[in-house]
Nanobody
Framework: QVQVLESGGGLVQPGGSLRLSCTAS????????MGWYRQAPGKQRELVAS???????DYVDSVKGRFTISRDNAKNTAYLQMNNLKPEDTAVYYC????????WGQGTQVTVSS
């Protein structure tokens, strides 16, 4: 059974940092592409950052230079380092693993507020 678990969310002040983790089990993690998505209240879910099985990364323009996606295949874990957070980054963040099938985590709340 595949399990995907995000962690690391919380409340942070504008300009602060958080690191999200996404740990998976029940799959061969290294062959999966990973994506971090977010969904703010009343908005559609959007892709924030992605990393291929080979390590190629891509980011939505609004987070370029502030967020960094990475993966540690030995730990079956992907990360999203978020720096210089802004109130508009407030959302539930989800990770998705993609290969032949897609697997989603349950999400972790990130709130950026003073």
């Amino acid at each position: 059974q595949v399990q995907v678990l995000e962690s690391g969310g919380g409340l942070v002040q504008p300009g602060g940092s958080l690191r999200l983790s996404c740990t998976a089990s029940g799959i061969i993690f290294s062959i999966y592409a990973m994506g971090w998505y977010r969904q703010a209240p009343g908005k559609q879910r959007e892709l924030v950052a992605s990393i291929s099985s080979g390590g190629r990364t891509d980011y939505v323009d609004s987070v370029k230079g502030r967020f960094t996606i990475s993966r540690d295949n030995a730990k079956n874990t992907a990360y999203l380092q978020m720096n210089n957070l802004k109130p508009e980054d407030t959302a539930v963040y989800y990770c998705k693993l993609s290969y032949e099938y897609e697997h989603w985590g349950q999400g972790t709340q990130v709130t950026v507020s003073s």
